[in-house]
């Protein structure tokens, strides 16, 4: 059997960890089987928005006539930028492998591992042991058990960021974020669009304003069934056929030349059979940890989408610096996840923090409210944008900012002020009202917001709390 002083299972962020351990002059394995450099960079955010930025070029030129300037996309080379972009992907990768080859301290197995005890592994026929293991192997789209899937030539996310060839009609099982997203690339670059969803609303986790309008806005560009659940698929001469039904049992058939199914994703620890060496996981799947990102197996951490936090690149990087320190020191630090962002990079960017008004409620929280559109700014006039606003919710008595949210240009970068203030700051609204804010400055929405908070009574009413 062989002897490392650290494993590493996964090649996203669990590389940062293996780097540090190598600068200590640790002997490091890094176990991975998929694509080397992690879902992030080679089938997730970094391609997706690398394309998606190639379709908010395009949506900048079809709205040109808004603003009095007459312009025409000439042609779209589909394949020149899928290539151009995963090439990129690909050579990015390829650097990884070979740095980790190059590297007299780095032993890199490109292939599937399984635990067969504890603290041992079995990678392609050969055991190896460490005192210490990181579990930072990721997870894989969900494919829900519909009735004809395995029978239909269907695409996952993976699949829908390296085509062969652009859909004419696409057909996408899901209205989460990843949906979101893709949609806006291929819509906007001019496939037919068809979204599915079983929820009454896309992007099921955002505050429920948030998700009506992204909603309501999405529904004017594509065909947008809400509250049904796909139960059947087909495929005939090209074509893919699904069948969905409401809760009320009426149904709806769709059609197009391709299926994409975005329903979510999955962890990857049963592939790892983590659970056959005891390290324990929740009902979905993912590994459970304490405080400190280690498992009930001591010695054994997770961090990323494995473990059962957040999933999201930011927050695999966040954990990062906490298992660096737990794994590799004398320290031990606990992880603070205060203030964890998110954000969508559809047409229109949606993005928040802390608590949903909705959950508000649900807690029996005293909380206000307040609300800025972005069309009653200089900047929102400036862009004519007509939909996007700003939503803060604040503690009743404190002042604390418990949740912001915005949909619109930008979301994405504007809500880091709100960030700062909750985790770097007092944590009340008084941070953002007492700093001055740039004029004419997109920012004024958030200004403009939380001038705004009154009791949710009194919101429509404009009596200041």
């Not at 001019?190 to 309501?216: A, P």
């Not at 998110?342 to 409620?361: D, I, R, W």
């Amino acid at each position: 059997m062989k002897e490392f002083d650290l494993i590493v299972i996964g090649s996203g962020t669990g590389l940062q960890i293996a780097s540090n351990a190598v600068k200590r002059g640790m002997d490091v394995a890094v176990v991975d089987d998929h694509s080397i450099g992690g879902t992030c960079l080679t089938r997730g955010c970094i391609p997706s928005k690398m394309l998606i930025h190639r379709a908010d070029v395009a949506e900048t030129v079809q709205e040109s006539g808004k603003f009095g300037i007459e312009a025409d996309i000439e042609g779209i080379r589909f394949q020149e930028i899928v290539e151009e972009v995963n090439d990129h992907v690909e050579e990015e990768s390829e650097n990884i492998v070979q740095g980790l080859r190059d590297s007299d301290r780095h032993t890199l197995y490109q292939e599937r591992g399984k635990f067969v005890d504890e603290k041992v592994l079995e990678v392609g026929g050969e055991k190896i042991t460490a005192p210490r293991i990181l579990i930072a192997a990721g997870s894989r789209p969900i494919v829900p058990p519909i009735d004809g899937i395995e029978e239909v030539d269907y695409w996952t996310s993976r699949d829908a960021l390296n085509p062969e060839e652009q859909p004419d009609h696409l057909v996408i099982i899901g209205g989460g974020y990843i949906a979101a997203e893709l949609a806006h690339f291929y819509g906007t670059l001019e496939t037919d669009i068809t979204i599915l969803e079983m929820s009454d609303t896309m992007l099921g986790n955002e505050d429920e304003e948030v998700r009506e309008k992204f909603t309501e806005i999405f529904s004017e560009k594509y065909d947008v069934y809400t509250g049904y659940r796909a139960s059947e698929v087909s495929e005939e001469d090209s074509t893919v056929k699904v069948e969905a039904e409401s809760e009320g049992g009426e149904t709806v058939e769709v059609s197009g030349d391709r299926l994409f199914v975005a329903a979510g994703r999955e962890p990857n620890s049963d592939r790892l059979k983590v659970e056959e060496v005891g390290i324990e996981t929740d009902e979905n799947g993912f590994v459970k940890t304490d405080e400190h990102l280690e498992t009930n197996v001591g010695g054994v951490y997770a961090l990323g989408d494995i473990a059962d936090n957040y999933m999201f690149k930011h927050s695999a990087n966040h954990e990062a610096q906490y298992a660096t320190v737990n794994m590799l020191t004398e320290h031990e630090h606990e992880a603070d996840f205060t203030a964890m962002p998110h954000a969508v990079f559809s047409s229109p960017q949606v993005a928040g923090v802390g608590k949903t008004e909705g959950e508000l409620k649900e807690e029996g929280i005293e909380y206000l409210v307040g609300k800025h559109d972005y069309a009653d700014t200089a900047m929102g006039l400036a862009l004519k944008e007509e939909a996007g606003f700003a939503k803060v919710l604040a503690d009743h008595d404190s002042g604390e900012i418990l949740g912001f949210h915005v949909i619109g240009p930008n979301a994405s970068s504007i809500i880091h002020e709100v960030i700062v203030a909750m985790k770097s700051g007092s944590g009340t609204v008084d941070d953002i009202r007492r700093t001055v804010h740039i004029h004419p400055a997109l920012n004024e929405v958030v200004q403009r917001t939380f001038s705004s908070l009154r009791h949710p009574e009194h919101l429509d009413h404009g009596h200041q709390h």
